[in-house]
């Protein structure tokens, strides 16, 4: 039975409730499933035996299939046309065994065939009713304007022209906030755009999720992209490839950026070479952007805007909080699923996520920065083209979160070079030797940590083991309270 609510009937006439822009039409005239029920007929009525499978089915099905099968098969019929252009499909495959040299032809499908737009015949599917089909493309091209405007106050994340570090670590670092003032004095800042970076490192590739592209290669993709989650460069190792030199002006001459002071405290640089990745470059268009995620190894980080706008929404993250609507954490929260896209996630769960406690919401814009404490969630969307640079750090207020993520979750620890056998050890070493104090004080607080968890364990198995002698004489595991005990 098709679900007519998930997507809007014909809403390519339709302008949404809130009087924004209509959506396009489909670029092959592709409906929602629910105009289905106002039709005498349909493209899929065509395809055989096929019709009895449900659409993701069959899109699943064409995943087995190469290029050439899919050319194939799109010519047998108009239905089979639409459903061998899905892009995702195009795009694994391009990824798959990505070409040495190629043109960015505006379609992952135009991109991998090497079609130039001329090629691409104009055929009339709009006898074909498919959420699966017209879903990618209706969210490729939803107005996230209602999302990140009339923030309420109480989800407004602080902004303020700078902090001193005294500040920040008597009052700031358990909570986000954006300074307005000091990427301004940042040479990047007053340097950077698209085309000065093309100008100087155009044939340098840089890497953007699965694929490393020359940067004119990922310009053009920018420029004339049609996609759901567009690909979204993020590079460590962009210092190195464009000969940057960070640090303090004081001290680093021709210094392109550096930390503002209240973030310049980083108990990870005790690991010298062997401290995990911790810094990037990111570019994306409109509509990229990070899904939510904590950063790794209980960091905190900030992220600089140096062209562009991003929106950010995050909360608070604790063993008596749930992760944000729409995001699923396994018990030992090990593995982290947001399976929407985030334009999918925006129409799905940023009602709820608003209204939730906790609920942070702000825009950081051109040269302003914004500060993620540790173990915060948080998903970020550009709402323009943009560039900006982040790095994640541990500073004093959060020394013990790392401890304890290196000590025990080891599972989950990441960003460490293969040869880096022990980073917790590392990290003890390595602090050991540099500030002795500050690691006895985060041991220490470790060790509480861990005793008071042991201690409420055991009042649970104890305490209920009592009252069950009490009761029926039989021993048994009850957690009639909300208290969430991690067993030690
Ligand atoms: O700018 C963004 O997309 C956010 C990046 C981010 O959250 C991260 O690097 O962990
Ligand atoms: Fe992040």
Known sequence: ?????????????????????????????????????????????????????????????????????????????????????????????????????????????????????????????????????????????????PYVTKIPTRNQIPRLPDLSPEEFHAQWADRPFILTEPVKAWPVFSDWSIGSLLSRHGKEKFRAEAVDWPLTTYRDYMADNADESPLYLFDRAFVSKMGLAVGPPESTPDAAYWPPACFAEDFFSVLGQDRPDHQWMIVGPERSGSKFHKDPNATSAWNAVLRGLKYWIMFPSGDKRPPPPGVFVSDDQSEVTSPLSIAEWLLNFHAEARRTPGCMEGVCGEGEIIHVPSGWWHLVVNLESSIALTQNFVPRAHITAALDFLANKPDQVSGFRKNVENPYENFVNGMRKAHPELLSQGLEELQKKADSKKRKWEEIVHGKSEQDEHTSGGFSFGFGDDSDVEVP
């Open 1 to 145: 039975m098709p679900d007519i609510t998930t997507l809007p009937i014909h809403s390519s006439v339709l302008d949404d409730q809130e009087g924004n822009e209509a959506i396009p039409s489909h670029p092959l005239g592709v409906k929602p499933t629910g105009n289905a029920l106002l039709a005498s007929w349909s493209l899929r009525d065509h395809i055989g035996t096929f019709q009895h499978l449900p659409d993701e089915l069959l899109l699943e099905l064409l995943e087995y299939l190469n290029g050439s099968d899919l050319l194939s098969l799109g010519r047998t019929c108009k239905a089979f046309y639409a459903f061998t252009r899905a892009e995702e499909l195009w795009k694994t495959l391009f990824i798959g065994s990505p070409p040495d040299e190629f043109t960015w032809r505006g379609t992952w499908r135009s991109t991998y065939l090497n079609l130039p737009p001329s090629k691409v015949p104009v055929i009339d599917c709009s006898d074909l009713y498919s959420d699966v089909l017209y879903r990618p493309f209706n969210c490729a091209h939803i107005s996230l304007e």
